[in-house]
């Protein structure tokens, strides 16, 4: 009988477990292994409709659980720091958690080091050195990993993460089909992520689908805006079989941490 390995996950906001990973942490705990998720920030600073947006983090907190369940998570840990923005430039506010792009990253690399040690994690995954498509909460949960992994002495760690020429591609075909929302800019995607060379594993998650999607779906807060539907919500419209096709492969680079 295979020995039971323990995955690590790292995130930096509510809800990007499920775009980025969560077919991949579906498939492991349906295998046996051991899945742990940790989200760095409350996501309090997410775009969200009026009617959703009074105490937004404790929203996204039950989001966030909903999710983990449906992934079949077996441990979630909450940092409990701050969303630091879109443009990382969000203040502290009073008696508030601290943003995470102004937290020492030796604190924050310390915390999470912890639990690797606690579960003694055999596999940390994180983000690319860009943090996906730029959000300075995602690039500061790169340099985190990098550090928390070394201090850990974490033996695998691998990078989340997207082909971008494949990316590119599927955003210039949807767009034929689907009307993306205005805050959605295209062309931002073509410095984003990882190019297909840099590759180094691909996780076909097809077979659990539906568990990827029922993720994406219970961040329901983050599918509207006052404005109309955001992103995730063209995302969840699209037919199963399209869906599928879309999202049935989960894509990491495999780093060697410095240790």
């Not at 705990?29 to 959703?52: F, I, K, Y």
């Not at 009073?94 to 030796?106: D, F, I, K, T, V």
């Not at 073509?190 to 060379?197: G, N, T």
């Not at 805006?225 to 999202?247: C, N, S, W, Y």
Request: with cysteine; glycine share 6%.
């Amino acid at each position: 009988m295979a020995a039971v390995k323990t995955l690590v996950f790292l995130h930096a906001h509510p809800d990007d477990e499920a775009l980025l990973t969560s077919g991949t942490m579906a498939r492991a705990s349906a295998e046996g292994q051991r899945v742990v998720l940790v989200v760095a920030t409350d996501g309090a600073a997410g775009l969200a409709s009026s009617s959703m947006s009074v105490d937004l983090a404790a929203r996204r907190a039950e989001e966030l659980d909903e999710s983990a369940r449906v992934l079949g998570v077996h441990r979630l840990v909450r940092l409990g720091y701050a969303d630091s923005g879109l443009h990382g430039d969000e203040e502290q506010q009073p008696g508030g958690p601290l943003p995470l792009c102004r937290a020492p990253l030796e604190e924050a690399a310390s915390r999470v080091a912890e639990i690797l040690v606690e579960e003694d994690a055999d596999v940390l995954v994180s983000y690319d050195r860009n943090g996906g498509y730029g959000h300075p909460d995602h690039v500061r949960v790169h340099e985190i990993g990098v550090r928390a992994a070394e201090l850990a002495y974490t033996p695998r760690v691998y990078e989340a993460t997207i082909p971008r020429d494949l990316l590119v591609r599927a955003i210039k075909a949807a767009g034929k089909v689907y009307r993306f929302p205005p805050e959605f800019d295209p062309t931002s995607f073509e410095r984003a992520y990882s190019a297909s060379s840099d590759i180094t594993h691909r996780v076909d998650v097809r077979r659990y689908i539906d568990a990827k999607r029922a993720s994406m779906a219970a961040h329901a807060s983050q599918a509207t805006a006052d404005d109309g539907d955001r992103t995730l919500a063209a995302f969840l419209r699209m037919p199963k079989p399209l869906f599928r096709k879309v999202f049935g492969t989960e894509w990491y680079r495999q780093s060697r941490p410095r240790i």
